[in-house]
Structure formats: structure tokens, C-alpha cells
């Protein structure tokens, strides 16, 4: 079975900081990963996807993340935060055989002035 | 650009009542989910639904869910007798076929009384 873990529930990081908001997963199979935000009241959004190729993908908004089969983690990066960004943040995954997504608990991610 | 809409964007209900909750995915997209979030929780997969069937769904998804696509271009999940416990936001998503990405609607706040 798979499953997520988003390792931070609250990360709080003031403005032009860099922020690392992580992921771990577990699979028995292939899997295509995906960062979604959620800001308030609104639906999820995708952030960034990896699908194979190239480990660290860019995504929307300046944030990137890095695949590590090794370590079957999937963290979020961003070099320097706006107070824009304070959003909900979730990791998903789903693997080749039904696309359904698991995702993690989620992180806040709050930026302060 | 296109997108996922859903209405309502907020039911109340009565404990034992019927809803339906209404979305309409992006246009070209055949693959169709509802997730689920009870506050506080994480996003949970109920159903996948293609070619006018489910393709899989949770065990959350019991006899008392269904989903319809009554024509072309509107998808829907019906709560045949609701409980306190179906309290939770409510997502519809979509996505291309040979994609894996998927697309999300705002939301429909469901509260059972």
C-alpha cells in the first residue's frame, strides 16, 4: 500500500527566508509525485509534478522540489518566501496502475512579515 | 482557462437526508475523482470513475455513495442518507487521459446536522 508523510505539520519562516516543507513516501511501485496548495478557501492547485526524468522539477510560483528514489522523498523548496505564500501544502502520490492520489497530512506554511 | 467548478459551494443538511453534490471537470478530461477532507484531516480518495463506470473506490465509499455522469458534461455524488460523520469538505477533480496530473475543483462544504 502506499502512503505519504509530510513530516511538518506548521512551518513558520519569515518573508525572503528559504523554506523546505518535506515529503516521504512509500510504494511498492512506480509512482508520480505532486506538490498541491491549498490557500484559503480555495481548492487544491498544482504546485509541481514529477513523472520521471530529470530528479528536481520546477513547478509554479518559483518552487522546486527534488526527487530522491534513494531516500523516497519528494521535499519543496522555495529560496525566498512572500507572505503570499502562506498556504496549506500537500504531497501526493499516485502510481501507474490507478491514479487515484494518497496524500499527505499536509503543512501550513506561514510567512511572517 | 478551463477549470473544475462545483456547486454548491456549501450544503446543510439534516442527519438522514439526501444530498448531491455537483461538479463539472474540464472539458476534454475523461478521468473523474471525489476526495473527501474532514477538518483537520487529510485529503482522502472515495471514487475514480471512467468510460461511465467507477475504475476503483475507497472503503470509505459504501452503498450509501454513488456517482452519476447524467450527461456530458456534469459529474455527481449523491449521499443516499447522511450521517454526522459525512461532514467534510468535498472535492471533485479531473484529469486527460495518458496525464496524471489532476485538477481540482473549489470544494463543497457539506454539513450534516
Known amino acids: 500500500a502506499q502512503s505519504v508523510t509530510q513530516l511538518d505539520s506548521q512551518v513558520p519562516v519569515f518573508e525572503e527566508a528559504p523554506v523546505e516543507l518535506r515529503c516521504n513516501y512509500s510504494?511498492?511501485?512506480?509512482?508520480?509525485l505532486f506538490w498541491y496548495v491549498q490557500y484559503p478557501n480555495q481548492g487544491l492547485q498544482l504546485l509541481l509534478k514529477y513523472l520521471s526524468g530529470s530528479t528536481l522539477v520546477k513547478g509554479i510560483n518559483g518552487f522546486e522540489a527534488e526527487f530522491n528514489k534513494s531516500q523516497t522523498s519528494f521535499h519543496l523548496r522555495k529560496p525566498s518566501v512572500h507572505i503570499s505564500d502562506t498556504a496549506e501544502y500537500f504531497c501526493?502520490?499516485?502510481?501507474?496502475?490507478?491514479?487515484?492520489?494518497?496524500f499527505g497530512q499536509g503543512t501550513t506554511l506561514q510567512v511572517k512579515p | 482557462e478551463p477549470e473544475v467548478t462545483q456547486t454548491p459551494s456549501h450544503q446543510v443538511t439534516q442527519m438522514g437526508q439526501e444530498v448531491i453534490l455537483r461538479c463539472v471537470p474540464i472539458?476534454?478530461?475523461?478521468?473523474f475523482y471525489w476526495y473527501r477532507q474532514i477538518l483537520g484531516q487529510k485529503v482522502e480518495f472515495l471514487v475514480s470513475?471512467?468510460?461511465?463506470?467507477?475504475?476503483?473506490k475507497s472503503e470509505i465509499f459504501d452503498d450509501q455513495f454513488s456517482v452519476e455522469r447524467p450527461d456530458g458534461s456534469n459529474f455527481t455524488l449523491k449521499i443516499r442518507s447522511t450521517k454526522l460523520e459525512d461532514s467534510a469538505m468535498y472535492f471533485c477533480?479531473?484529469?486527460?487521459?495518458?496525464?496524471?496530473?489532476?485538477?481540482f475543483g473549489p470544494g463543497t462544504r457539506l454539513t450534516v446536522t
Open positions: 470513475f471512467y468510460n461511465n463506470e467507477i475504475s476503483e
Open positions: 472539458s476534454n478530461h475523461l478521468y
Open positions: 510504494s511498492s511501485v512506480s509512482v508520480y
Open positions: 501526493a502520490v499516485s502510481s501507474s496502475n490507478t491514479g487515484k492520489l494518497i
Open positions: 477533480a479531473s484529469r486527460l487521459a495518458g496525464a496524471h496530473e489532476q485538477y
